[in-house]
């Protein structure tokens, strides 16, 4: 399926007619989805929003460099599979064991600060990697993770192509959440994603 996607967007990219301009603002949004990696602990799924405000140090060059600040909402769902995740040595275990294997919503509020290194294949297409590392508010308390301050690692690749100034994105990625155990609960969760998104340039 990412290699169709790819495929699409290098084949849309040579045919565009008309070629982007060198901006060094450009401001964006997606919308993505992610699930938890397969094991037999927990399930993890995620839906989320995210702005992103990008600026540029060198447009268009062939390698170019990008930093962007991306504030972003994550509407996810949790369950604890195996109840012997949380150990008797905890006095309240056995409620946390009741508490935790029910489905539950979570709520997750992110500042993320990302870094772009993108090859420019044409004037309308270019492929990039992403590192991305954000503080984050989590409003529901788990087996993996306290409720809130903690961060939001990501990792990403991405493909855009740009039709006169608008510029479709596609990035999948995989995302680490932890608190960098500043709390007692610090497993965290790991999930692979993906987004799709619309940039414009700010003049």
């Known amino acids: 399926m990412i290699r169709v996607i790819f495929i699409l967007f290098f084949v849309a990219g040579l045919h565009a007619q008309e070629v982007k301009n060198p901006y060094k603002f450009e401001f964006g949004a997606c919308y993505g989805w992610g699930k938890e990696f397969d094991n037999y602990d927990y399930t993890f799924s995620n839906s989320y929003v995210q702005l992103q405000f990008y600026y540029s140090f060198n447009p268009e060059k062939k390698w170019e460099y990008q930093v962007a600040l991306m504030p972003e909402i994550n509407f996810a769902q949790h369950q604890l599979l195996n109840k012997y995740f949380v150990t008797p040595d ?97 497993a965290g969760f790991n999930t692979y994603n993906i987004s799709f998104g619309l940039i414009v340039p700010i003049e």
């Open 90 to 186: 905890d006095p309240e275990y056995e409620r946390k064991r009741n508490e935790y294997t029910k489905l539950k919503d979570v709520r997750q509020v992110i500042l993320n600060v990302a870094f772009f290194l993108r090859y420019n294949v044409c004037d309308n297409f270019s492929v990039y990697t992403m590192g991305n590392v954000g503080p984050m508010f989590n409003d529901a308390e788990t087996e993996r993770l306290n409720r809130g301050f903690a961060f939001n690692d990501v990792f990403a690749v991405g493909a855009v192509v740009s039709f006169y100034d608008i510029t479709f994105d596609v990035r999948p990625g995989v995302a680490h959440v932890s608190n960098a155990g500043l709390y007692e609960s610090n």
